[in-house]
């Protein structure tokens, strides 16, 4: 639903689609001195949040506290803003997130009094705990829809009047105090982990991906996988499949990559044959897919590592063949698709050099690989992304001021210079003060020129968007907290986890489908976050119980979290991509489906296999040793998802017939399988489809 909004007097109308956003607001901050309004808040908030991570001056409850009134402050400022009709309706949103503020400032002000007095709320702390219910409440409601509010509220049911059900689904029952203190106070409710996460790592790298992609990243993407793969067979495909991979490393927003690479790739698709839902089916997968991409992926990796109390990198590590996987089997899916249907890629002379590309642009590189390096040495997410956004911006700015020099001598002298300063200031270890100096000194630098002055603006324009960014994250970290809370106090979660063990008795594969369902059904309503949030609660425990180790079970409900973005009806991503390719969403969706049918195998793959998350425990570790099981279980792992290919797309070296398809399923469900020869049957079942294949090709090319 599209309305034209009106604006302050002179102002041009603001057209905003109601029900999209969950996929971020509209361009800009809203209409006349409203919007300068919105934008000094967003930068406001942007600037606490880089004091917060740099210097650790704040107790954690004060910092969860204050990122949450930020939140709903500019929450309901900003829909005011975008959806209101007078101005007075505008003051009216920001007056209502004014409170918001206040109440999460509650946690600063009576820091000291909140906790002398825990377990015995006075009447003002219900009075705020209960207000800031209603408005985390209402702002989830108005920014994502009924989905996740009504799920939540029947927690909130739950926790009131469990004690009435039947056994074994009731509890001891709960006083109002007692509930509104747990779920507004203390770290297991709205400020429980997920809110933490948001209020440290996920806004930082939003923070980071915003100042790399100013500085020009999705340009240096898009040109190298322009120049790699542009010219091969269906070469547009692969460029969206291998730019989005790579956007995902820095952004880690499905959504957000398919509305950012999608605007190119997604026409570039089309122009060369590529169907319209097709098309778009290959961005929203491959965007998906940026958030299990190392090394920044998602937010629920930060969620994850906090939740399993291990170091990020041992996340990263866990994900990378997955990842790489899922990107070889999209990248394979439209090899096969354009093969079907004879589509060749661009010529040489429309695409641009992928060597000349980097040559041009590789300093951009150096932020993201100080932050694999930052984060494998054992550093904290939250200290290798500040120094990769400080690398970022010493970068954007330093650009900017070389641009002046009319010397390449002079260019270099500059940045040899600013390298020793550097490294001189970090002799005695990586320390961000002695960083912000440098910052500072290129700010004070950059203000004397009028291109500098320039980059500073539009520094100070990604600090507030990332804030504006943040605040769909950031809101589902916070209402999420519910059945957090809910969980942790009247131990519901035991009885789907009896439920689980009890189908897992019978035989694990039943109880991974059964979990498979519910992060699926659960994602079809609510974002990624909070489905994995809920479902690694439920269901973590019950599979480990069954033997499945913790960060592989949570490593499950995280991949089908992301492909329930893919699954109609409501699959999130190919919303995002329909207005850009013109196409029917669920056209998208089942299309989306098709080509990340691997996606949807690989966690059960990893489960079986542990080498492939390159953990110990493999079946055939005993057999050919860690590495062994590792490279083992990689190469079935391409064999099947190189099979599910062939069935979903219907073609190999030519178009396949049913008989040949179903073979092919069997021999993918074989290499599955845990049972006698499996993998010796499905092999051999593998070996005969190519070389069938390879003796029907000249046949069936010229009957085609």
Not at 227 to 242: D, I, M, N, Q, Y
Not at 310 to 334: C, E, G, H, R, T
Not at 487 to 508: A, R, Y
Not at 633 to 649: E, N, P, R, S, W
Request: aromatic letters at 12%.
């Amino acid at each position: 639903m599209l309305q034209q909004v009106e604006g302050v007097e002179g102002a041009e109308p603001v057209k905003v689609e109601f029900d999209n956003f969950e996929h971020g607001f509209p361009e800009g901050f809203g209409p006349g001195g409203w919007g300068h309004l919105a934008y000094a808040i967003g930068i406001a908030f942007a600037t606490f949040q880089l004091v917060i991570a740099a210097w650790n001056v704040l107790p954690s409850q004060v910092v969860r506290g204050v990122h949450v009134g930020f939140l709903l402050l500019m929450t309901f400022g900003l829909i005011g803003n975008f959806t209101a009709k007078s101005n007075a309706g505008r003051a009216a949103g920001w007056l209502i997130g004014s409170v918001g503020f206040l109440c999460g400032l509650y946690q600063w002000i009576f820091y000291a009094d909140l906790i002398a007095r825990d377990g015995d709320p006075t009447r003002l702390d219900l009075v705020v705990g209960t207000l800031l219910a209603v408005l985390i409440f209402e702002g989830t409601r108005r920014l994502m829809g009924l989905a996740l509010p009504l799920m939540c509220g029947a927690c909130i049911l739950y926790w009131f009047f469990g004690q009435y059900l039947p056994a074994p689904l009731n509890h001891r029952g709960y006083d109002f105090d007692q509930v509104v203190t747990h779920l507004s106070y203390g770290t297991e409710g709205f400020y429980g982990v997920p809110i933490y996460v948001s209020a440290t790592y996920i806004f930082l790298f939003i923070l980071f991906g915003s100042f790399l992609e100013r500085a020009g990243m999705i340009q240096l993407f898009t040109d190298v996988s322009l120049g790699l793969f542009g010219s091969t067979r269906g070469g547009p495909a692969k460029v969206a499949v291998f730019a989005s991979g790579m956007m995902g490393t820095i952004s880690g927003s499905g959504v957000a990559n398919v509305v950012t690479v999608g605007q190119f790739t997604i026409p570039l698709m089309i122009k060369f044959g590529y169907r319209r839902a097709f098309a778009a089916g290959v961005e929203a997968t491959a965007s998906m897919g940026g958030q299990i991409m190392p090394p920044v992926m998602g937010a629920v990796a930060f969620i994850m590592a906090e939740t399993l109390g291990v170091d990020y990198s041992v996340i990263v590590k866990a994900a990378v063949i997955p990842a790489v996987l899922y990107f070889a089997s999209a990248f394979w899916m439209v090899h096969l698709e354009a093969g079907k249907y004879g589509l060749v890629g661009m010529k040489r002379s429309e695409i641009p050099s992928a060597w000349k590309a980097l040559v041009a642009r590789w300093y951009l590189v150096l932020p993201l690989a100080a932050l694999v390096y930052m984060l494998f040495e054992g550093f904290t997410p939250l200290y290798a992304g500040t120094m990769g956004l400080a690398l970022t911006v010493a970068l954007i700015l330093g650009a900017s001021i070389t641009l002046g020099f009319s010397s390449t001598v002079l260019r270099y002298i500059f940045w040899l210079g600013l390298a020793l300063v550097a490294a001189a200031v970090s002799r005695n270890g990586l320390d961000i003060v002695p960083i912000a100096g440098v910052i500072a000194a290129l700010v004070a630098i950059s203000a004397l020129t009028r291109g500098g002055r320039a980059t500073l603006a539009a520094c100070r324009d990604s600090l507030a968007d990332s804030a504006k960014s943040a605040l769909t994250v950031g809101m589902a970290c916070a209402i999420v907290g519910t059945i957090i809370g809910m969980m942790t106090q009247t131990g519901v979660g035991t009885i789907f986890g009896g439920w689980v063990i009890g189908l897992g008795e019978k035989s694990l594969f039943l109880a991974l489908v059964m979990t498979m369902f519910l992060s699926i059904l659960l994602g079809t309503g609510i974002p990624t976050i909070p489905t994995y949030i809920i479902t690694a609660a439920l269901a973590a425990p019950a599979l480990a119980k069954l033997g499945v180790p913790l960060i592989e079970s949570h490593m499950f409900a995280f991949y089908y979290g992301i492909m329930a973005d893919l699954s109609p009806p409501v699959a999130l991503a190919a919303l995002a991509a329909a207005p850009i390719a013109k196409e029917n969403p669920d056209k998208i969706g089942w299309e989306a489906m098709r080509i990340a049918l691997a996606g949807y195998v690989i966690p059960f793959i990893f489960v079986y296999s542990p080498a492939l998350m390159l953990q110990g425990g493999d079946p055939m570790e005993a057999q050919l040793g860690f590495y062994g099981a590792v490279v083992f279980a990689t190469f079935k792992a391409l064999v099947a998802i190189g099979l599910f290919g062939m069935v979903a797309i219907g073609f190999l070296f030519a178009r396949m017939t049913l008989a040949e398809r179903v073979l092919a399923f069997a021999a993918a469900l074989c290499l599955l399988g845990d049972f006698r020869f499996s993998d010796t049957v499905g092999f051999a079942i593998t070996v005969a489809i190519l070389l069938w294949q390879w003796r029907q090709r000249p046949a069936r090319a010229v009957a085609a």
